[in-house]
């Protein structure tokens, strides 16, 4: 049987001599493997398709549910993120966001939408490519089931001012007097840039990198998923400073 699939290649590994297995997440299908033939040999004419970040319409044969790349036209490489290193690091993020959190098979075509969007946006925006992945952090957490509570203090729902606390177990903000055991004080322009964010305003580099500190941190806690691209951009930025 053949099939026709929308998919982004989140990472491959080598299979035999010449042939890969690719992890896809598709529009379709959800997540999902397949073989890809002799793309390790050069100029093998497929070998577009077993690139990270390879954005095209798959052509599979499908036998016995196993799926064996037979084409594909590319619609998006997002070449730029290639060619500097926050680019990649911030795509790189995007994409081990979604390994981590799409189960195989389910389809999820909210996340496909925000990942295409994201992508576009670090490999070709005019803005900080940060920004574009706070904007999906913040986006794709939520469709995840784990988003964070932008709107005041989470207990008393009030606006905060002054200090502000961050509880990494509900996702939420706390005023001084609601913080608890487990809160922790995190600097106030994190929380307005966060905001900013959501709110499609842009901030800068500065506070971006604050906001993905603070996102970092959240991912390991509550759903104890470390990315490492994420842990790589933050140590560039520690690097820069
Ligand atoms: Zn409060």
């Known amino acids: ?97 979604i390994k981590r959190f799409e189960i195989e098979n389910i389809v999820s075509a909210d996340m496909f939408a925000l990942t295409v969007s994201a992508l576009k946006k670090i490999a070709y925006g005019n803005d900080s490519p940060r920004v574009a992945l706070i904007e999906f952090l913040l986006s794709a957490l939520k469709t995840v089931g784990y988003g964070l509570n932008l709107e005041g203090c989470h207990v008393c729902g009030n606006h905060i ?37 959501e709110d499609g305003e842009t901030v800068g580099e500065f506070n971006a990198v604050r906001c993905l500190r603070l996102l970092d941190f959240y991912l390991i806690n509550k759903p104890e998923e470390k990315l490492n691209s994420l842990k790589e951009l933050l140590q560039l930025a520690t690097e820069e400073e």
Do not use: Q, W
């Not at 397949?34 to 390879?54: H, N, S, T, Y």
């Not at 002054?162 to 990494?168: L, S, T, V």
């Not at 177990?169 to 840039?193: M, V």
């Open 1 to 97: 049987m053949e099939e026709k699939l929308n998919g982004i290649v989140l990472g491959g590994v080598s299979y035999g001599e010449n042939d890969k297995i690719l992890n896809i997440f598709t529009l379709e299908k959800g997540t999902v493997s397949a073989k890809i033939k002799g793309v390790k040999k050069g100029g093998a004419k497929l070998k577009f398709a077993a690139e990270r970040f390879c954005f095209a319409e798959f052509v599979f044969s499908v036998k016995s549910d196993k799926r064996t790349v037979t084409g594909a036209s590319l619609i998006d490489s997002f070449y730029p993120v290639r060619e500097d290193l926050v680019k990649f690091y911030c795509a790189g993020t995007v994409i081990e966001f």
């Open 161 to 197: 001012d002054g200090r502000i606390f961050f509880d990494c177990f509900s996702g939420g903000f706390s005023c001084e007097n609601h913080k608890d055991g487990f809160s922790r004080e995190i600097n106030y322009a994190t929380y307005l840039a966060l905001r900013n964010v």
